[in-house]
């Protein structure tokens, strides 16, 4: 009976504070738009959240699933995809796991024979990857094992890519691909949801672990998945693996000597970076919101100061201070209902905005981000909780009124100091938050552009990049018969050759290269003319295949020597060119012009040594590279017909670079048709993909630093708009509280100067007490994002300076009106003012 009582009397009050808060549409307006968007911006970020962290992985009792990865000895913190080979022994060895399967992360694939040829998004799997998983098909069926061949496979589709190229169709099975030269039928289509773990994918192709060429335990390109049997635990897994790991070592002591296993859920191998990033991001919206509290909690004590003659009647009839309470906690959940349906609106606007900004850095299970009832559950429960520390300050100072003066003062408006000071701990309060969130940008924003100040060593300017993938099934490959060693054809040569001719004719173009994919590997390689060390103890350089005019395309500065031209092909002695960080390190005190190198890929040695011919500048091949690195650059056409299993990527791939005599506009459209044009008459069923310029490029190595910096961004500019809110409403109550104060002094002389530094003291002094507070708090606070930073600390003396000063004006700024206003005084006005 008591709780119906109380239901009762609280509907009461929630019908009563409606009708009071429709009076007030201003105050309404403000409070719950500072709600919305404080509650939105934290429903946004929990809505991510969920989606990588929380929300169960859309597979089969997915807590079972486990990635076993190899780690280095005296590194248990290491981690590396293991090779197929080694795989399939655990297959054989292992008691705990159900089954094992492997799986690329997703790769560009050349795909022909259903329109233009393009590259698509696929993973390559073993056959068993689906049953691991625990996933059946939509359509057709999976792959079986036999279906694991190199000149016949099968493909199965996603579900995203079967309704967008083909509408649909049921009749896509059987439909035929020609995917890296090889004659693939569709056998499959997965279910919606089901996809890659990091994003969008176009389909799954099979390999075969059995296979020939992975018999060598060097090929470290896919990832295990285990699937535990029923009631086994994770350190069980742990304790056979390493178990099984000292047995290969034992067995395979030339590629598995140190090598051990590292067993970890499927989600954290997955996204082990997630709570280093979304976890200060949760904290930086919940600073939005303790703001968005603060600047709402102000406004309301402020409205709860002219109701104090209306609390002391009804005190003084009878109305206890539970009543009181109930009665103004009842306009605070009001408020918070409303801020937090307008929040759950904000936030399907934003997940819509995050989508569309956030693929540009390639965030992972975009389309996964959404509002679940996990996300709603968190929405309801920050409402309740804003609508409570809403609600409390404004409660406690009005539950308690003094009848006596506030009956006699009648409704005059002067708050006495215990509520003026707690208005003021508010505003101090709201400009400390804002501080540290303005802080937080500030430093991403100096970071990002120390990091674009960077000099990269070439000009990035009128550049415009292709990529080509040549597949190695059809006439660029052969294998040779019986083994895993593969051979380039005289044909792989030959397309880049007539591409370099084509593309040189486009009217235009100024210069035309190709270049390694990525730029850079790495090789050991040894001096001649010098001891030989031993194979792991010999130095390291980066490495790049290129053709003549790469250094003139990029406008990298010749130092000394010559450069690469056509001369240096197949057939020539062996050339090489390195740069100046190259020299420094390995021929300090010698000219290098002469000097042979010997360099090795993997276990095998060049078949011949390479003459250094010339030296040039170093090239920053990333923003925020504090060093250059050693590197050595080789012909394009100077390289060994024969390779084994990965090192085909560095025969087939290659990047086309194209400098242009004008600048490009439009991301160079004409060029990349032409371009597209001329491959299609070397190759049709050759793919021209990922079409960037060169300043895309370097913007994209920006990576973590312009997302966080992005984010942090648009919370500081919310929580800057709020504390200037609050301020501005903290001091247009303390002008409206001292009216009468103020036309007295104007009545007995005071000037408007006068009047303008008595509001604008106060307020500078609310303005330098947070911005103090702010920046002991933002010192503390800052060292989480201090590894995005580039070229500054975390307690950059100029960031929190610039960002001190300017809050500080900003706040003055919200200070003038209300002071100004004040100059406007009447006294004959101010004294009759009750």
């Not at 505003?427 to 100096?446: D, T």
């Not at 300090?588 to 012009?593: A, G, S, T, W």
């Not at 040594?609 to 050595?632: A, C, F, H, N, W």
């Not at 104060?741 to 005071?750: H, K, N, P, S, Y």
């Amino acid at each position: 009976m008591r709780f119906f009582s109380w239901l009762h009397s609280f509907g009461q009050d929630l019908r009563f504070a409606a009708r009071s808060l429709r009076k007030n549409p201003g105050l309404v307006a403000v409070v719950v738009l500072s709600l919305a968007l404080g509650i939105g911006a934290n429903s946004t970020i929990f809505s991510i959240m969920s989606a990588i962290m929380y929300r169960p992985l859309p597979y089969e009792q997915p807590d079972r699933l486990m990635v076993i990865w190899e780690t280095e000895q005296g590194r248990p913190e290491s981690r590396e995809q293991p090779p197929i080979a080694e795989v399939v022994d655990w297959k054989k060895q292992s008691h705990v796991f159900e089954d094992i399967a492997l799986t690329s992360f997703t790769e560009s694939t050349p795909v022909a024979g259903q329109g233009e040829a393009e590259n698509l998004r696929a993973q390559f799997v073993t056959p068993n990857f689906f049953h691991v998983l625990g996933a059946s098909p939509a359509l057709g069926r999976v792959f079986l094992a036999t279906e694991a061949q190199d000149r016949t496979q099968t493909v199965v589709l996603s579900d995203s890519f079967w309704k967008v190229r083909f509408h649909g169709d049921p009749g896509v099975l059987g439909k035929v691909f020609n995917i890296s030269g090889v004659v693939s039928t569709v056998v499959g289509v997965m279910p919606s949801g089901f996809g890659s773990f990091y994003g969008d994918l176009d389909m799954w192709i099979p390999i075969d672990p059995a296979s020939a060429r992975y018999t060598e335990r060097k090929d470290h390109w896919l990832m295990a998945i285990g699937r535990l049997n029923p009631g086994a635990t994770v350190n069980e897994a742990q304790l056979e693996m390493s178990v099984i790991a000292r047995r290969l070592e034992q067995a395979y002591p030339a590629t598995n000597k140190g090598v051990g296993t590292r067993v970890e859920p499927l989600r954290k191998a997955l996204y082990p970076w997630a709570g280093r990033i979304l976890y200060p991001l949760l904290g930086a919206v919940g600073f939005v919101l303790l703001i968005a509290c603060g600047n709402s909690a102000n406004l309301m004590l402020s409205r709860s100061e002219t109701r104090r003659k209306e609390f002391a009647v009804r005190a003084s009839l009878g109305a206890g201070r539970g009543r009181l309470m109930q009665q103004l906690f009842a306009e605070s959940a009001l408020m918070g209902v409303l801020g937090g349906v307008c929040g759950a609106a904000l936030t399907l606007l934003s997940i819509q905005v995050f989508r569309v900004w956030a693929a540009d850095f390639y965030f992972p299970n975009i389309d996964r981000v959404g509002i679940d009832g996990r996300v709603l559950l968190f929405t309801l429960a920050v409402s309740l909780l804003t609508a409570i520390l809403v609600g409390c300050v404004p409660a406690l100072q009005a539950s308690n009124p003094d009848l006596n003066l506030t009956l006699r003062e009648g409704d005059r408006r002067t708050g006495t100091g215990s509520r003026r000071r707690t208005r003021h701990i508010l505003a101090v309060s709201e400009i400390a938050l804002a501080m540290v969130l303005l802080v937080g940008a500030g430093l991403m924003i100096h970071s990002i552009m120390r990091l674009r100040q960077v000099n990269p060593g070439f000009d990035p300017h009128d550049l415009l990049t292709f990529e080509f993938d040549l597949p190695e099934g059809g006439s660029y490959v052969q294998r040779v018969p019986g083994g895993d060693i593969e051979r380039a054809t005289p044909q792989v040569a030959a397309f880049y050759r007539q591409l370099l001719e084509k593309v040189s004719a486009i009217p235009g173009v100024k210069s035309v290269c190709i270049v390694s994919p990525m730029g850079v590997f790495e090789r050991t390689f040894s001096i001649l003319g010098r001891p030989f060390p031993p194979v792991d103890k010999r130095p390291v350089t980066g490495y790049t295949e290129i053709s003549p005019a790469y250094f003139r395309t990029l406008k990298i500065a010749l130092k000394k020597g010559r450069d690469l031209t056509e001369a240096d092909r197949a057939g020539a002695p062996w050339t090489a060119v390195v740069n100046e960080t190259f020299v420094r390190r390995y021929f300090p005190n010698e000219d290098p012009i002469g000097q042979h190198i010997l360099l090795r890929f993997i276990d095998l040695d060049e078949t011949q040594p390479r003459q250094i011919v010339g030296v040039v500048g170093d090239v920053k091949r990333y923003l925020g590279q504090t060093e250059s690195e050693p590197m050595v650059y080789a012909s394009y056409q100077q390289q060994p017909s024969d390779f084994r299993g990965g090192s085909v990527e560095t025969h087939l791939a290659q990047t086309l670079v194209v400098r242009t005599a004008a600048s490009l506009g439009h991301r160079g459209t004409g060029l990349a048709m032409a371009v597209k044009k001329a491959t299609a008459e070397i190759d049709p069923e050759q793919p021209v993909t990922e079409i960037m310029t060169m300043d895309q490029i370097l913007a994209r190595g920006l990576g973590d630093s312009q997302f966080y910096a992005s984010l942090l961004e648009v919370f500081a500019f919310i929580a800057l708009l709020l504390a200037v809110i609050g301020i501005y409403g903290s001091m247009s109550y303390f002008v409206s509280e001292r009216t009468r104060e103020i036309g007295i002094r104007v009545a007995l002389g005071a000037s408007r100067a006068g009047i303008l530094k008595l509001i604008n003291a106060m307020g500078l002094k609310l303005a330098v007490i947070g911005v103090v507070v702010g920046i002991a708090l933002a010192a503390g606070l800052t060292r989480f994002i201090a590894g995005f930073l580039f070229g500054v600390t975390a307690t950059d003396p100029l960031t929190f300076a610039v960002v001190g000063m300017g809050l500080i004006a900003v706040a003055m700024l919200a200070c003038y009106i209300p002071a100004y206003r004040a100059t406007k005084v009447d006294p004959m006005v101010a004294l009759r003012y009750e």
